[in-house]
């Protein structure tokens, strides 16, 4: 597809060779990105989160999966939770006033029920970054409310008797914790779901009427 070819060559084009490299210049558009999110953020009341560059392990690992560090998009990072469509909108009109080339993803809605709008935010230098947006109610669940352990639950690719004692002792804690029940573990991962579903739909049911509509 178009996005796709584009996507690729906005990759290939960033001037990232190591993981040394995009540590390095990430952290001096992170910088750029917080300050001008935070700008954004005042301005519109919203809420910006910062959840900073990702560790130079981790992006190697990720490196390797992908074969290449320029295959990262999301070195630098950041995310809007709003309240409405039209603040959404206005974020994104706000990065591009604020001097950033963005390419708008649109909104992407899971399966259980959670969506968020997803940014490509090109740096002056040519680095990428990822900026999210959130329905606020909808990142609160996810981040407040067990969303996000309740995916990690989901996507753990071991099953129990193939974990480390350390890794069943977390994952039998989440269980307990989110009253996942189930004798097997298709069982086990149907509750998951039906838990997140329900999570997710009672977010939903406060969000704004703009915002609602996304989800359905």
Request: net charge neutral.
């Amino acid at each position: 597809t178009e996005w796709s070819n584009l996507q690729a060559d906005l990759k290939i084009s960033q001037p990232i060779i190591t993981a040394e490299d995009a540590v390095i210049t990430a952290k001096r558009n992170q910088t750029v990105l917080v300050g001008k999110g935070g700008e954004i953020a005042k301005d519109l009341g919203v809420i910006f989160k910062d959840p900073k560059v990702k560790e130079p392990g981790r992006l190697l690992e990720k490196a390797q999966s992908k074969g290449d560090i320029r295959q990262l998009a999301d070195i630098t990072r950041a995310g809007f939770a709003v309240q409405t469509a039209d603040q959404a909108d206005q974020v994104i009109a706000s990065l591009l006033e604020k001097g950033f080339k963005v390419v708008d993803e649109g909104y992407s809605v899971t399966p259980l029920g959670y969506f968020d709008r997803k940014l490509v935010v090109i740096n002056p230098d040519g680095q990428l970054g990822e900026v999210q947006i959130w329905a606020e109610q909808l990142f609160k669940a996810k981040m407040e409310g067990g969303g996000q352990d309740l995916y990690m639950l989901a996507r753990s690719p071991k099953d129990v008797d193939s974990m480390s004692k350390k890794e069943r002792k977390a994952y039998t804690a989440l269980l307990k914790k989110y009253n996942i029940i189930g004798n097997t573990p298709t069982e086990i991962k149907q509750d998951i779901a039906t838990k997140s579903i329900n999570l997710y739909a009672n977010a939903i049911s406060d969000l704004d009427t703009s915002m609602r509509e996304i989800a359905i």
